[in-house]
């Protein structure tokens, strides 16, 4: 377990993701599982600033770098 989420609850698309990003998208899952939405919104954003976008399937979440 990741901060509350399940390891399996997050698919990365992309295999070269640094620990900010990491640590970003644990906290952004942590924040969704508590309905913090003012907080895992502002993650989300901060994500997208780093490139990447997050799909939210319902089940988990999906990080894919932006091209």
């Not at 509350?4 to 997050?10: H, N, R, S, T």
């Not at 913090?36 to 979440?61: A, C, H, P, Y």
């Amino acid at each position: 377990k990741w901060s509350g989420v399940q390891k399996e609850d997050i698919v990365i698309i992309h295999d070269d993701i640094d620990q900010k990003i990491q640590e970003l998208l644990n906290a952004y899952e942590a924040a969704r599982s508590r309905k913090d939405f003012n907080t895992s919104d502002m993650l989300r954003k901060k994500l997208n600033e780093e490139g990447f976008i997050v799909q939210d399937t319902g089940e988990r979440s999906v990080l894919i770098p932006k091209r």
